[in-house]
């Protein structure tokens, strides 16, 4: 079974421009999460999927220099670009997340992989870890079927055809894999310029460790230190609001 991780990636924000290529330790934050997914074995490709839009070229150029691939699709049909780069480099199974994640659980991909094998599941997805430490397992039958029925192009938010609607088989990762995972409030995702402060405060406590911890130990990291923790957790509230107020998550499949 070949194994692709499919990083959702664009340079396109306003709240943080070009945020992907901020400082992390001494690389970005983009060739960060790279280097991290290159240490996971059961990884046969990785692969940066962004827009044909000039000002992703350099997104392009990461890939390159990272020795992995990238492949450019449509600016607002996130899952037909995801669904594309499946087909082109001829995964069997896909892991997903977004750039804007750096520091995602690879040492969690092994369970993923073999619960699919176990149950064939449309959405394998980590829902009690904080934000930024997910993971998405996509059966490509899956992503194929929302790509054939969605009413629309625009997808950014297509987690919600499989959580919003009653099409698909959605599994939490099982805790016999993960261990029992107390949820936390804490926040790990790239959107605002209090998460790069956030970021850049948990690697100078942690160091240069951090880009091959556990999500357990980044956890019990930032429990032990609730001044780093607190930095950006309103943040949370902000991008809530935004997604509520985005048309493309409002979605719909056609004769559901």
């Known amino acids: ?95 997903n997340m977004t750039a804007d994640c750096p520091l995602v659980p690879v040492e969690l991909i092994p369970a993923m992989i073999e619960q699919f094998k176990k149950t064939n599941a449309d959405l394998i997805h980590l829902f009690d870890m904080p934000i930024g430490l997910y993971l998405s397992g996509l059966n490509p039958a899956a992503m194929q079927k929302i790509v054939d029925k969605k009413n629309d192009g625009l997808t950014e938010y297509w987690l919600y055809y499989f959580l919003k609607t009653d099409f698909f088989n959605v599994q939490h990762l099982d805790e016999s894999y993960t261990g029992k995972i107390e949820k936390r409030d804490y926040r790990l995702g790239l959107d605002y310029a209090e998460d790069h402060e956030f970021f850049t405060a948990l690697h100078k406590g942690y160091g240069d460790g951090l880009f091959t911890a556990t999500a357990k130990e980044i956890v019990a990291f930032l429990d032990a230190h609730p001044e780093i923790a607190g930095i950006n957790l309103h943040c949370t509230a902000l991008g809530k609001q935004r997604t509520e107020n985005d048309p493309s998550a409002k979605v719909s499949l056609k004769n559901a």
């Open 1 to 95: 079974m070949k194994v692709g991780f499919l990083i959702t990636a664009r340079l396109k924000s306003s709240r943080l421009k070009k945020k992907l290529l901020m400082p992390f330790g001494n690389e970005n934050y983009i060739t960060q999460l790279v280097r991290r997914l290159k240490t996971s074995p059961c990884l046969d490709e990785i692969v940066i999927c962004t827009s044909v839009d000039e000002e992703d070229a350099p997104l392009e150029e990461v890939a390159i220099k990272e020795n992995i691939h990238c492949y450019r699709g449509d600016r607002e049909d996130v899952i037909a670009r995801l669904n594309e780069a499946r087909i082109k480099y001829g995964l069997d199974y896909v892991i």
